[in-house]
């Protein structure tokens, strides 16, 4: 008798451990991991959608990633080509909105260097600059890019990126506010242009967009 009670009661902690863990996201058969390495992580729903033209709807069979400017082999990926032919790397990053409400949230994505050096950049390339498909753009100085494991996540939470949170990429630009963190990315720009502007930036929005410094450029 006490092997029975004792048996159910750990198939009932397993069971509940089980769905503490895991939550089925609206439209996907993925389910949404709640933990990764003891840390509880912040979900999908917590985001904010504050977009410039809301949630883009991509198709993943006429998607394509270029990198063009200074480079001596521009390149054209399918969405296929960036997450099979690429080692994936996991990251547990905050994303800290100027709106003073943050997320900490599981990334799995590509090293943008691993898909720079596919592209092999020219000396004079001083600028990385992102381009979104509602035409959001924004812009890093190449250092940042190089020297730093900066990924584009294709999958949030152990899930697929839904449309609202930048399907099929979206930068985890470390150490940077949320407005730099662009989604729906459509092409990489290199660039000599240092004095460059993106959306937000124009608007006088710090261009380093460090989370250390004041956000908005007085």
């Known amino acids: 008798m006490q092997k029975r009670v ?3 009661s750990i198939l009932f902690l397993f069971f509940i451990s089980g769905c503490e863990e895991e939550q089925p996201i609206k439209g996907q058969r993925e389910l949404e991991i709640k933990y990764y390495d003891g840390k509880r992580l912040s979900m999908i729903k917590d985001f904010r959608e504050n977009s410039i033209k809301g949630p883009q709807h991509i198709d993943k069979e006429k998607y394509r990633l270029e990198i063009t400017g200074p480079v001596i082999n521009p390149k054209t990926y399918t969405y296929d ?5 690429h080692k994936s790397y996991k990251q547990l990053v905050e994303l800290n909105c100027v709106e003073g409400w943050s997320v900490n949230i599981l990334w799995e994505g590509v090293l943008v260097r691993d898909l720079l050096a596919e592209a092999q950049i020219l000396p ?7 381009h979104s498909y509602e035409g959001y753009s924004t812009s890093f100085p190449i250092d940042y890019i190089l020297n730093n494991d900066i990924i584009m996540a294709y999958r949030i939470n152990n899930v697929t990126l839904p449309p ?3 399907f099929p ?32 930036e124009q608007r006088g929005y710090s261009n380093n967009g460090n989370l250390d ?3 908005y450029e007085k």
Do not use: M
């Not at 004079?124 to 992102?130: G, L, P, S």
């Open 81 to 85: 080509e960036v997450i099979n032919n």
């Open 6 to 8: 004792l048996l159910f």
């Open 124 to 130: 004079r390339a001083k600028v990385v600059i992102f």
């Open 164 to 166: 609202e949170r930048g």
């Open 169 to 200: 990429f979206q930068l985890v630009a470390k150490g940077k506010w949320g407005y730099k963190w662009i989604k729906w990315i459509t092409r990489i720009e290199l660039s000599e242009d240092i004095n460059y502007r993106g959306y937000w």
């Open 213 to 215: 410094e004041d956000f």
